[in-house]
């Protein structure tokens, strides 16, 4: 009888070394990117050696995979839950307040750490393969929950447009719940979900473009010269790749020129990528500029600097970069980036103050709000991947408008 007791402590203990070194993994990931942690770290969070490690997973990519694996199961069981609600209006609700649920579980130590999904495209095959199929179920399940009956082929695009819509807007909140107490996560996940049923606008206001959608169109960076060529090169790239994908040669490679070319336009790769996050911050700051000089309802100017950004991003003049990359920057440049970027956050939400007091914004939290106005953005970088054929006017009705207008209101 001693054998099977003792085997099973040993798959006890082995279960539990495992979910420690899954929860220091997902952390590690977290802050640093899928890059920028080691084995090493990982192993010196949970007191083990790097050897020791590798009995559980044999290399890094191996971890990465069953972090985010787990996070899929675990995003997976919530849109279970939610689609016990019977109408569409009740699971998102009920999506958006057990996933924020989760997170304050997390927040106070009763969870483990889930890793987020931002690094996925960085995954090599075999790896990636894995975990997008997982995350392609996990979308699926997700759509569902907008549904009242069967897929109609005419509505499939609107309607994966307005799942990705959820989908990122909810994991994103991974990024921002932080700001609040975990007591007050539940707050927070009403107003979220408020927000994402009934839309931002007030009932006078009408989903319209205007002289500032024109005004909005002209790039603000100058001229298509060479070194925007190399700019919107490693920008794709690291978009696709992330910071340490984006290498001179693939760089170089992608623009047909050699090394040496690479080098008379860029000191350094790193000089570059600090200008692609530049190039971005130059065209939101510039857009937001404008639209708050000019006239018109705070509604408006918000519509009209989304609408800007997003077929901005899809234009000969784009992409634009995504907002999760600053996870692989070097820590010299990191705080100063993520600084700017909350800088440029903060105008949406001083566009959304705007048009609460002209009338044209409904009350609500407008921190949320802003929030989920520039998750909205940056979400746009991957809407090519659930949406065929998408391009800068299509995608402002499918994708931008029903956060406007209300995520169940159909293009």
């Not at 016990?84 to 009920?94: H, I, K, N």
């Not at 999904?117 to 759509?143: K, N, Q, T, W």
């Not at 994966?160 to 996940?189: F, Q």
Request: charged share 25%; glycine share 6%; aromatic share 8%.
């Amino acid at each position: 009888m001693e054998e099977p007791v003792n085997a099973s402590r040993m798959t006890q203990r082995y279960v539990q070394k495992r979910e420690a070194i899954l929860h220091e993994a997902a952390r590690l990931f977290n802050a640093r990117g899928m890059k920028g942690a080691t084995l090493s770290d990982v192993a010196a969070a949970v007191g083990l050696s790097t050897n020791s490690i590798t009995y559980y997973y044999k290399k890094k990519e191996d971890l990465v995979v069953a972090c985010l694996l787990r996070a899929i199961e675990t995003v997976s069981g919530i849109i279970v839950q939610a689609a016990q609600e019977p109408a569409p209006e009740g699971r998102v609700r009920s999506f958006v307040r057990l996933f924020l649920a989760r997170l304050a579980e997390t927040a106070t130590g009763g969870a483990s750490e889930m890793m987020t999904f931002r690094d996925v495209h960085v995954l090599g095959s075999p790896h990636s393969e894995v975990v997008f199929a997982a995350y392609i179920e996990m979308f699926r399940s997700c759509r569902r929950l907008l549904l009242l009956g069967p897929i109609k082929p005419a509505k499939r695009l609107s309607l994966n447009a307005r799942t990705h819509l959820l989908l990122t807007l909810t994991l994103w909140t991974m990024s921002w719940s932080g700001r609040y107490d975990p007591e007050d996560y539940d707050i927070a996940a009403e107003r979220m979900g408020d927000i994402l049923i009934k839309g931002i606008r007030s009932g006078k206001s009408v989903w319209r473009f205007g002289a500032l959608d024109t005004a909005l169109t002209a790039p603000p960076t100058a001229g298509d010269s060479a070194q925007d060529a190399f700019l919107r090169a490693a920008t794709a790239l690291i978009n696709e790749q992330g910071y340490r994908g984006a290498s001179v040669e693939r760089i170089s490679a992608r623009l047909n020129v050699t090394k040496g070319a690479f080098y008379h336009h860029n000191p350094n790769k790193e000089e570059l990528i600090a200008a692609c996050f530049e190039r971005k911050f130059t065209v939101i700051r510039e857009m937001q500029r404008v639209a708050m000089a000019s006239g018109g309802s705070g509604w408006d100017k918000l519509c009209a600097v989304s609408r800007a950004l997003v077929r901005y991003h899809f234009s000969e003049h784009g992409p634009l970069l995504r907002t999760s990359a600053w996870s692989e920057l070097p820590d010299d440049i990191r705080e100063a980036k993520l600084t700017a970027t909350a800088q440029l956050d903060q105008r949406f939400v001083t566009l959304l103050v705007d048009g609460m007091q002209d009338g044209s914004i409904r009350p609500l939290d407008q921190a949320i709000a802003g929030a989920l106005v520039s998750g909205m953005v940056n979400a746009a970088v991957l809407l090519d991947r659930w949406v065929q054929d998408v391009n800068g006017e299509n995608a402002l009705e499918l994708f931008v408008r029903p956060l406007f207008e209300g995520l169940l209101v159909e293009a």
